[in-house]
């Protein structure tokens, strides 16, 4: 009895929580265009998705931005941790603590701090800021990811290489890198995952001519809801899912060989 | 006379103002085994890590042959350390951690291979090379350290308390076949440990130390059998320290007693000395003339030996003997000349 109604807190929750995503999910298959009634299945929607260059041209800015945010956030993120480790303990924690602000700042106060920015120093918005504004948001959760695992590292692996022959520079090469590799390729995903699916910051940002897929998105909703966009974010949706099962499977693997060291 | 690798002059070093080695001096022989050996925060440890180029002197000369190398970085010193927490990398097996070296100096495979497998043979790790380094018992992995350590070739392995992580069993092990690869590859070892039965088993030369100062330096035996303050003596092994006096050489009274001695009055301005008796030397038995009497108050059984604390008076002597001695039994203890070692007073 305890069980059965734990279970059924727990379905309902569920269902509380994935309802809306499983509606549009399911409307992006409906044949009727009105969002009241099942007309039947089609593919339909995800046809006209990929006939639309608009949508082209977003999908093409979205996944650009998230790459070469990506890569260029995971490598200055990567070389910023690797720097405050070095500094002692006490500026390590408030390293930590200023870059915390960034991440609970709430977007709209990004974004907009964002746009007076570049007004200020007169740059035309449009694909370089967002670019910029899109690698500023993601080096905080790169270092997020990268510093833990250099504060877990042993040090004296550190003063072994060194020991064995390594300049500095082969230090972080051969032995850094490789032991904190792990939340390196975290860092990596969660910013690509941030990337893709940003809107607020991205909105501020860019300039005529150039949106993002949940701008285009956006712009689409305020003249009224087409079936097209059903598709389109369940499409998103499905990208970030499985995103997000990779880093949480990499998570679960990384606890699994710790858990055996110790 | 064997050539010296390493010397120390006046070496000094001090963190935040204190001063942890203070103004130390020393040899060290080629292919000799010597053992830093002392508490925690004797300066032990900071000494190794001076040599190997961890830490800087804060003044004094760190030698190697004729040529000082306080300003040799370590990558760059002909000296190589095996870590108390072994430091293997995790992110490689066996096989690549002892490469590393190699590879960094850019070796080419065919040589790399071979002497890899010579290395893990020289540890008793032949066919290991594909293990993961996570793998591997704490004594295995142990042997992996020092196979890498020796990968280069150093002139000095530095050993930083290896041994300290493992179970007695596998230190006993660990110890006759350090002693063995020490005498298989003719290198100058120095060790560094707080365990002083580690330290009389392997070394050739025995260095003491106490608050970042040599207190003795010498063959395990001399400083077993004649160590020079009651530092070393209680340090090494189990002694026991009396207060005593000497009026003329060769015959010291302590706890009321007279006993002769093969020692000189060591100061002549004072009576005072120091007697240290070590607990095997003294004979338990009957009470006579010139014993010192007591009573057993206790006894525990130590496998080779009892260890039996007997009361006199005012000092409680320990006592190691293969005899049984029951609690509460009275007993006088006897002393040879060669047993009663003397000491300065002060």
């Known amino acids: ?262 | 006379m064997k050539k010296t690798i390493i010397e120390a002059r006046n070496l000094y070093k001090e963190f935040d103002k204190t001063a942890v080695v203070k103004h130390i001096n020393f040899t060290i022989a080629e292919n000799e085994f010597v053992t830093f050996l002392g508490p925690s925060g004797c300066g032990k440890t900071t000494i190794l890590r001076m040599i190997a180029g961890f830490e800087m002197p804060t003044s004094g000369e760190i030698f190697l042959y004729d040529k000082v190398i306080n300003d040799i970085p370590a990558y760059l010193r002909p000296l190589n350390t095996v870590f108390q927490n072994y430091a293997l990398f995790p992110h490689m097996n066996v096989f690549e951690n002892i490469a590393f070296p190699m590879r960094l100096k850019k070796q080419d495979k065919n040589s790399i291979g071979k002497k890899v497998a010579q290395l893990l043979d020289v540890v008793n790790l032949g066919g290991y090379e594909q293990r993961d380094v996570s793998s591997l018992s704490g004594g295995q992995q142990q042997r992996v350290a020092i196979a890498r350590a020796l990968a280069n070739d150093p002139k000095v392995l530095l050993l930083d308390e290896p041994l300290s992580a493992l179970d007695l069993k596998m230190r006993k092990e660990m110890q006759v076949e350090l002693k063995k690869i020490q005498q298989e590859i003719k290198k100058t070892f120095i060790y560094v440990t707080h365990d002083q039965e580690e330290a009389l088993t392997l070394s050739d030369k025995i260095i003491v130390l106490n608050h970042g100062q040599i207190q003795q330096s010498g063959t395990p035996t001399d400083i077993y059998n004649e160590p020079v303050n009651t530092f070393v003596a209680d340090f090494i092994g189990e002694s026991n320290i009396i207060d005593g006096s000497m009026t003329k050489d060769f015959e010291v009274e302590f706890l009321g007693k007279k006993f002769i001695c093969v020692d000189e009055k060591p100061d002549q301005q004072t009576n005072r000395v120091i007697v240290v008796i070590r607990p095997e030397d003294i004979e338990i038995g009957q009470r006579q003339e010139h014993t010192i009497n007591g009573v057993v108050t206790s006894i525990v059984f130590k496998g080779v030996h009892y260890e039996i604390m007997v009361q006199c008076n005012d000092y409680d002597f320990m006592v190691h003997t293969t005899d049984y001695h029951e609690i509460g039994k009275d007993v006088g203890l006897d002393f040879g000349p060669d047993d009663i070692h003397i000491m300065k007073a002060g």
């Not at chain 1, 990929?50 to 956030?73: K, R």
């Not at chain 1, 790169?142 to 833990?148: G, H, N, R, W, Y």
């Not at chain 1, 792990?182 to 949106?211: C, E, H, Q, R």
């Not at chain 1, 809801?225 to 693997?253: D, G, W």
């Open chain 1, 1 to 262: 009895m305890k069980k059965a109604l734990r279970n059924v807190y727990l379905y309902i929750m569920l269902l509380f929580l994935y309802a809306p995503i499983l509606v549009l999910m399911v409307y992006s298959f409906n044949a009727s265009k009105s969002r009241g009634q099942w007309g039947g299945f089609t593919l339909e929607w995800y046809r006209r998705l990929f006939m639309d260059s608009n949508i082209q041209s977003a999908l093409y800015y979205t996944v650009l931005v998230a790459i070469l945010a990506t890569i260029i956030s995971t490598i200055v993120g990567t070389i910023s941790s690797i720097g405050i480790f070095l500094y002692g303990n006490r500026v390590q924690k408030l390293m930590l603590n200023v870059n915390y602000i960034p991440v609970i700042n709430p977007d709209i106060v990004t974004g907009v701090s964002m746009m007076i920015l570049f007004a200020f120093m007169s740059m035309r918005q449009g694909f370089a800021t967002m670019l910029i504004a899109h690698i500023t948001f993601c080096i905080p959760y790169v270092i997020l990811s990268v510093l833990p695992k250099l504060r877990q590292m042993d040090v004296n692996l550190i003063e072994a290489a060194m020991d064995l022959g390594a300049r500095p520079m082969q230090i972080i090469t051969k032995v850094v890198l490789a032991e904190i590799k792990p939340g390196i390729v975290t860092g990596l995903l969660f910013a690509f995952t941030l990337s893709i699916d940003d809107f607020v910051i991205s909105f501020f940002t860019t300039g005529s001519g150039v949106s993002n897929l949940s701008i285009y998105v956006y712009s689409m909703a305020k003249r009224g809801i087409s079936p097209e966009i059903n598709a389109l974010s369940t499409l998103m949706i499905l990208t970030v899912t499985l995103l997000l099962f990779v880093i949480n499977k990499r998570n679960n693997k990384k606890t699994k060989i710790t858990g055996e060291r110790i």
